[in-house]
């Protein structure tokens, strides 16, 4: 493992060393004079969220402290405090473009998708980053906050994907969210959403039949998940009718489409090696890309330390590790500028494929053959037909 490790609870439990996460926030205001302005001021969120970013990583470089995992839970008041506090930040912020931008004046047909693109961006980039945080919880506020965040980007049923199937087959057939070597976003994306839902719909229906309940039973929790989102549409007809409604499924699909680009770059081409019979090594640093760019990790609240996270998905954020590219394979830069370049087949195919090379080389020598790794599916035993 790389870098220093800290070593001072006292300094890591201040506001002042927590803020640099806070500056998600800084997102909102953003977007409100955005839509206030029009025109040209429309391209100001994803500027702000991508290009800015992208700019601040290339100035401030990487950050490899590595905090002390041993860090008790009450010296993380102030990031916890940061993620909870974004619900109703983002709740109030996107209702209140809902009920003002279909009437307002100055804004053109194209103009108002163009406000709720940079909705999207903020539900997407930040929101669901947060959702992602709060649903690895034990605590019920946070989980609760985390459902809440989803749903109302209508992919309630994110959660039982991520922690039930993403997280234990993840480098595995088994893996909607794994991309394939060479397979593109505009291929991934639709195969993503299609077959996550169909995924987390089997795992909470196979974990009822384990219980002896029927999977129409009404502790599934894709039940609460369709009513919330139900409730969110209905509450966004009743104070933006029509044109609100529409302008808030789009900004949901916005959202869901910014999540699956970052899953994309996440685990492309990265697979656990097949011990035989159906199993898979177990989970590694290796399986996951690593970022430890300083400026969109801050944005991110750590989601690029992916390689820790993966390895030990109970860690709260601020503790999440990175890791030498011995131990964990290294982007060549942060989620802004590999998520854009993951648009363009072919800048991204330069990019990766020879990175995702060098790693098979490194970690598994002994395999020469990746031709079902490569398509998804469970590798033969030599000699089988």
Do not use: C
Request: no cysteine.
């Amino acid at each position: 493992m790389s870098a220093t490790t800290l070593n001072a609870p006292s300094e890591f439990s201040s506001l002042r060393r927590a803020l640099p996460f806070a500056l998600s926030f800084t997102v909102v205001p953003v977007i409100v004079v955005a839509a206030l302005q029009g025109g040209v001021w429309l391209l100001l969120p994803p500027l702000y969220t991508w290009a800015l970013f992208s700019l601040l990583d290339a100035l401030l470089g990487l950050n490899e402290e590595n905090p002390d995992t041993d860090t008790p839970e009450a010296d993380l008041y102030w990031y916890r405090a940061i993620v909870m506090a974004w619900f109703p930040v983002q709740a109030l912020t996107a209702l209140a473009l809902v009920a003002w931008v279909p009437g307002a004046a100055h804004l053109a047909g194209w103009e108002k998708f163009a406000v709720f693109f940079g909705v999207g961006i903020m539900n997407g980039t930040i929101g669901i980053v947060y959702a992602h945080e709060l649903m690895h919880q034990k605590n019920r506020l946070e989980r609760w906050l985390g459902d809440l965040l989803m749903t109302m980007v209508l992919y309630g049923h994110f959660r039982t994907e991520h922690l039930l199937v993403h997280h234990r087959y993840v480098g595995t057939p088994r893996d909607a969210v794994t991309a394939r070597y060479n397979e593109s976003f505009h291929r991934f994306f639709p195969r993503v959403v299609r077959e996550g839902l169909s995924s987390a719909w089997r795992a909470e229906a196979q974990m009822l039949s384990r219980k002896g309940l029927s999977k129409w039973h009404r502790s599934n929790p894709h039940w609460r998940y369709w009513a919330l989102q139900g409730a969110w549409l209905l509450l966004a007809l009743w104070i933006g009718g029509v044109w609100g409604l529409v302008l808030f499924v789009w900004a949901a699909m916005v959202a869901v489409w910014q999540l699956e680009l970052v899953n994309y770059v996440e685990h492309y081409g990265l697979t656990r090696k097949h011990l035989g019979e159906g199993k898979y090594e177990h989970v590694l640093p290796r399986h996951s890309w690593n970022a430890a760019q300083k400026a969109s990790n801050w944005l991110l609240i750590n989601l690029q330390r992916h390689s820790d996270h993966h390895y030990k998905p109970d860690r709260r954020f601020p503790l999440l590790q990175t890791y030498a590219e011995t131990e964990a394979p290294a982007l060549p830069y942060g989620y802004p500028v590999m998520t854009t370049a993951a648009l363009i087949p072919p800048l991204w195919r330069r990019i990766m494929n020879p990175r995702v090379r060098r790693w098979r080389a490194m970690f598994y020598p002994e395999i020469a053959d990746w031709s079902d790794y490569n398509k998804g599916r469970t590798p033969m035993p030599k000699g089988a037909s």
